[in-house]
């Protein structure tokens, strides 16, 4: 339960995110935007930019793996510069999600989980209510960041492009005509 809750989205979401990516350097490209001027995008000045938003889509679908499974999970120290650094970082983390063994990840949601932040707040809860209020809403609110700034930074991208993995899901011959 607690692996089909998480890593399936997880790695869902960036696939979705890597196909975003590409998109915008596409775009970026044609559009005369470097790089660099994407990495640094943000929405607001007290935001993050883009490569802080990627590199925390990464972080935030790791940590249950630390918590729940109890696996070393890498630390990604530092934001991509580039497109090619961004990609690197969502393949790696989809490497990882593809080699976690569901059963590590536990059936039991009711076991304690102890959620500790730098701060020095302590949330005492559930393994299913930390997956459920922690670990899916961080992680699709960095997810959502992230395609809110390419969005911003004028990339054509739409609701099938963020959930692009919905179309393996498509009846055949439901499509509308183009």
């Given at each position: 339960m607690l692996y089909d809750l998480t890593v399936p989205a997880y790695q869902n979401g960036l696939g979705a995110l890597s196909g975003e990516l590409s998109r915008a350097l596409a775009w970026g490209t044609e559009n005369s935007i470097g790089e660099l001027q994407f990495a640094a995008a943000r929405l607001a000045p007290d935001m993050f930019p883009l490569a802080a938003q990627v590199r925390y889509?990464?972080?935030?679908?790791?940590?249950?793996?630390?918590?729940?499974?109890?696996?070393?999970?890498?630390?990604?120290?530092?934001d991509a510069v580039d497109f090619a650094g961004m990609q690197d970082q969502v393949a790696a983390t989809l490497a990882i999600l593809d080699a976690v063994d569901p059963a590590a990840m536990g059936k039991d949601g009711d076991?304690?989980?102890?959620?500790?932040?730098?701060?020095?707040?302590?949330?005492?809860?559930?393994?299913?209510?930390?997956v459920r209020d922690w670990a899916q809403p961080q992680f699709h609110f960095h997810r959502v960041a992230a395609y809110a700034v390419?969005?911003?930074?004028?990339?054509?991208?739409?609701?099938?492009?963020y959930a692009a993995y919905m179309m393996r899901h498509l009846r055949p011959g439901t499509a509308p005509a183009a």
């Open positions: 889509s990464c972080v935030q679908a790791l940590q249950p793996l630390a918590r729940l499974a109890d696996m070393t999970i890498p630390d990604f120290p530092d076991r304690p989980i102890s959620l500790d932040l730098p701060n020095g707040m302590v949330f005492d809860m559930t393994a299913l209510a930390y390419m969005r911003h930074m004028g990339v054509p991208l739409g609701k099938a492009d």
